[in-house]
């Protein structure tokens, strides 16, 4: 197993961690006894297209909020991998990114790129799956038919079962209650009021990060990335909660999941957050703040409300009190045979109908030595300093050997050559060194490459 420092090094969880849910969801669920399943990482390579085309039967794509901005990069490497491909390709669950108005106008310039993509994808498949009314009809307005709701393969972890039930009538100020939240829900929509204010009510009221930024200060103290300076998450060091040590993050799901059975409640404006403490049979509410995260609560019976709409003074027991999981719950069964039809349509088998419901993942996984939950950094004794002066220390040796890789390479090329200028009369001049041309064109980007990173 990687340390702690080389999982946040290497960002295992590709920036956040929610990410892990409906990747292990989907892995369980496609295992059976007539496939196996290998993942591809969390990059994209379309040079990778001749080995899967040589080697899988199937490319089955699990997708978050794709459909952004933000991430139209990544998509259009993906795009150019499904076109190499001669295997079919299944899209397990994609969703477009919109407000809580569901207004798509903000997607139109990103349009070509996801027309490309989807075209890509239903050559090779019966139909997509998308995650919730928003994206069916952001596609269908661009003509695509072949498009299924099916939502997020996370909440099939279980199969056609799904059962919860509040432990008591209402919160008190001794329950266990886990809260979640973005940076962008704390900073323009006044949920670190809302999380204030529950600090302040409930002594055992924990916040739980994902992203790979909130990792690095809770374990590092510090991050590169500029959100990390928002004091007002409970992820900064200065905060609070961070001081008293009521903040965690987890980079298995595995492990998020079994922890979160001992809470009473959660809330929060984080979707996979809260689905994971649904996993874990708690009672949760969503504070959606966009589109990506209504149409799941809308299609699954998710009790949730808009952030937007929120008293910035709620109490988690009023949310508590409110939340009605009976199309959750009701409706499930429903909502994993469509699921599973989907799969069939595209000619996968599930484990609940075609193996052993799951019990062969659960083993292997069983099997597994599984990181530990990122903690604030607030010690400072010998054990809590040894593995990161560790990793450090192997980090800086690496470092210095490709810092000396390079300088011999560069050093080869940096014997000046003579010339003769033929106009003005002025002196030969000599060429400036491989090193000092690279310096004088891109700056900064090399001279971070020849220095440790910080």
């Known amino acids: 197993m990687a340390s702690l420092e080389e999982s946040l090094h290497r960002d295992v969880f590709a920036t956040n961690a929610g990410n892990l849910i ?10 059976t006894p007539r496939a196996a399943v290998f993942s591809n990482g969390i990059r994209t390579d379309p040079a990778a297209a001749g080995r899967i085309n040589e080697e899988y039967d199937v490319f089955v794509v699990p997708l978050a909020n794709a459909f952004r901005p933000t991430f139209e990069r990544p998509l259009k490497r993906m795009t150019q991998l499904i076109k190499k491909l001669r295997i079919p390709v299944v899209v397990l669950g994609v969703g477009a990114q919109a407000d809580l108005k569901y207004d798509a106008s903000r997607l139109k310039p990103m349009e070509p790129t996801v027309r490309a993509f989807v075209t890509e994808v239903l050559n090779r498949s019966a139909s997509i799956g998308v995650r919730g009314e928003f994206t069916e009809q952001y596609l269908k307005n661009m003509g695509f038919r072949d498009v299924e709701v099916i939502g997020c393969p996370s909440m099939f972890m279980n199969g056609e079962t799904f059962t919860l039930e509040k432990k008591s009538e ?6 266990m209650i886990s809260v979640n939240g973005s940076h962008s829900a704390v900073r323009s929509h006044g949920l670190d009021a809302i999380i204030r204010q529950a600090h302040e009510r409930y002594p055992n009221l924990r916040f739980v990060g994902q992203n790979l930024l909130e990792a690095q200060l809770l374990h590092w103290r510090e991050t590169p990335n500029p959100l990390g300076a928002q004091t007002s998450m409970p992820t900064h060091p200065s905060h609070p909660m961070y001081r008293e040590g009521k903040v965690g993050l ?5 492990t998020w999941i079994e922890e979160l059975r001992a809470y009473d409640f959660s809330f929060g404006s984080r979707i996979h957050g809260n689905i994971a403490a649904l996993l874990a049979g708690v009672p949760s509410t969503v504070l959606c703040s966009d589109s990506r995260t209504l ?10 409300r808009k952030i937007s709409e929120t008293p910035k003074n709620i109490d988690p027991a009023e949310l508590y009190e409110a939340a009605d999981f009976g199309d959750l719950v009701n409706g499930h069964k429903e909502r994993f045979l469509r699921f599973t039809g989907f799969m069939e349509k595209n000619g996968l088998e599930n484990t609940f109908h075609h193996g052993d419901s799951g019990k062969a993942f659960e083993a292997q996984l069983s099997k597994l030595a599984l990181p530990p939950a990122v903690r604030p950094w607030t010690e400072s004794d010998p054990d809590s300093l040894s593995s990161r002066f560790s990793f450090m220390r192997s980090r800086m040796e690496e470092l210095a050997e490709q810092n000396a890789l390079l300088r011999g390479q560069l050093e080869k090329r940096n014997s000046p050559v003579s010339i003769k200028v033929q106009t003005g009369g002025e002196t030969p001049t000599a060429l400036p060194s491989a090193y000092r041309r690279a310096r004088r064109v891109v700056g900064r980007p090399v001279r971070r490459l020849l220095r440790p990173e910080q």
């Open 295 to 304: 149409e799941l609560c809308r299609y699954f019976g998710i009790p949730h």
């Open 22 to 31: 409906f990747s292990d969801a989907s892995h369980k669920i496609l295992t």
């Open 170 to 175: 209402s919160l008190g100020t001794d329950s």
């Open 250 to 254: 987890y980079i298995d799901p595995a």
